[in-house]
């Protein structure tokens, strides 16, 4: 087995501010700590999750100088150095590499729409160059996509391209990777993005996840990929049908990422206000998503139930006077938290 093989769950971890929305480097630094002592196999700062295009350049290059001084090799990062272009790229590259991570994730450019020669150009330019391991990432939701052919004649020319974290969720896309880069690269690693999917990649061949549900339930995603690879897998089955249902309520019930942050919240961690801006109304419904993983989280005992306690059972129909009071509840409880 290649001990540097990249494999595991890597936690896209979210980062805290402050009052004043600036990192809040010492609960960075206790959210580090907390995630690696519940089994993480390593971190990935500076992903979508940890809204890497809203902070600085400056301010990405010190998130990860926080988390690499924080883990200490405990385990290994895998950095985002996503940048606008080559040239920036390979300056995060450089500074990354300084800081011994292990491997960093570069997303396809992003604004232009560029064709699969371009996005190949691009990588090619990038993996000649770079003075670190680098993770193809595909998010073709937010970036021109990577197609089969381009990963494999990536992995065929540059030997510092180790990896590609696909967040697509396309179960036959990453079968037809597999099949095209395996033969001539058996070192190279395939993780996937998409939480809710994670059983079946893992099954398929994949090396493991970077999946945003870990930096809230790292317990769960951990467990979930220990009873995958030992094949138990009705155990597995159930654990990831109830974390597609926390995955969903979190990822499609509030502008992303704003869901895992009220969950992360929930798990005792103070992590300010995000640095988009919510409107009135969205910040009620936020009120009332945090009252809804409370109760997912508290199935599983990692919370308190919520003040009025939580529905019986799913689907059941709730008049509006008991929206009302779920929602004053939420308002009270969120006052006694200080967080309105």
Not at 1 to 8: A, H, Q, S, T, W
Not at 131 to 159: K, W
Not at 272 to 285: K, N, Y
Request: with cysteine.
């Amino acid at each position: 087995m290649d001990e540097n093989r990249l494999r595991g769950i890597f936690t896209p971890n979210l980062v805290p501010l402050d009052a004043r929305g600036e990192i809040a480097e010492p609960e960075l630094r206790r959210y580090v700590d907390w995630l690696i002592d519940r089994g993480v196999h390593g971190l990935y700062p500076n992903g979508s999750t940890g809204e890497f295009t809203r902070f600085t350049a400056d301010e990405r290059k010190w998130i990860v100088e926080i988390i690499a001084d924080q883990c200490r090799g405990r385990v290994p990062i895998l950095a985002g150095a996503a940048e606008a272009n080559v040239r920036e790229t390979l300056s995060a590259c450089e500074h990354y590499a300084d800081l011994g991570v292990r491997a960093v994730a570069i997303v396809a450019p992003f604004y232009y729409k560029l064709s699969p020669r371009s996005v190949y150009a691009y990588f090619k330019e990038i993996g000649d160059h770079t003075p670190v391991d680098v993770t193809l990432y595909n998010i073709p939701m937010f970036a021109s996509p990577i197609d089969v052919p381009t990963v494999q004649r990536l992995s065929d020319e540059c030997e510092r391209i180790v990896a590609i974290k696909d967040s697509s969720g396309d179960l036959p896309h990453m079968i037809r990777m597999i099949q095209a880069v395996g033969p001539n690269r058996p070192d190279f690693a395939f993780l996937t993005g998409w939480d809710a999917a994670l059983m079946p990649m893992l099954l398929i061949g994949c090396d493991g996840g970077t999946n945003a549900s870990s930096g809230v339930v790292p317990e769960l995603m951990r467990k979930l990929y220990d009873l995958t690879l030992s094949l138990k897998l009705d155990e597995a089955r159930r654990l990831q049908y109830d974390l597609v249902r926390l995955f969903d309520t979190m990822i499609y019930s509030a502008e992303f990422p704003e869901g895992f942050r009220a969950a992360v919240e929930l798990r005792g961690f103070r992590m300010g206000t995000g640095r988009q801006p919510l409107s009135a109304e969205q910040q009620v419904d936020l009120a009332t998503l945090s009252r809804t993983l409370q109760c997912l989280l508290a199935e599983h005992g990692f919370t308190d139930e919520p003040v009025g306690g939580c529905p019986a059972g799913e689907g059941e129909d709730v008049s509006p006077l008991e929206v009302n009071e779920i929602v004053l509840n939420v308002v009270s409880e969120l006052k006694r938290r200080g967080l309105m």
